[in-house]
């Protein structure tokens, strides 16, 4: 069955970076579109960014130029690079199969910017 599987969340000061991973089996994954959503507590979960099986992307008006998403189909991994992090990015990020929000999720992994 899909699994995905999110890693690299952490506490990182404002202003920091974080990069984060998330592993899919179960899929063949290049034939797939991926995205990366997040949800704060009291907050519904939202689109971070979205990346096709080709490589195009799209991202939420408050990623754009401080968030990177990426793909390696060999390693049927998909990545979130976040700099210049804030306080307000404080969230699960989670990733999610396919270009529409789809019921396949992982895990999540949790992100604190604090100082």
């Known amino acids: 069955q899909v699994q995905l599987v999110e890693s690299g969340g952490g506490l990182v000061q404002p202003g920091g970076s974080l990069r984060l991973s998330c592993a899919a089996s179960?899929?063949?994954?290049?034939?797939?579109?991926m995205g990366w959503y997040r949800q704060s507590p009291g907050k519904q979960r939202e689109l971070v960014a979205r990346i096709t099986n080709v490589g195009s992307t799209n991202y939420a008006e408050f990623a754009k130029g401080r968030f990177t998403i990426s793909r390696d189909n060999a390693e049927s991994t998909v990545y979130l690079q976040m700099n210049s992090l804030k306080p307000e990015d404080t969230a699960a990020y989670y990733c999610n199969l396919g270009w529409e929000r789809s019921d396949y999720w992982g895990q999540g992994t949790q992100v604190t910017v604090s100082s």
């Open positions: 179960g899929i063949i994954f290049s034939n797939y579109h």
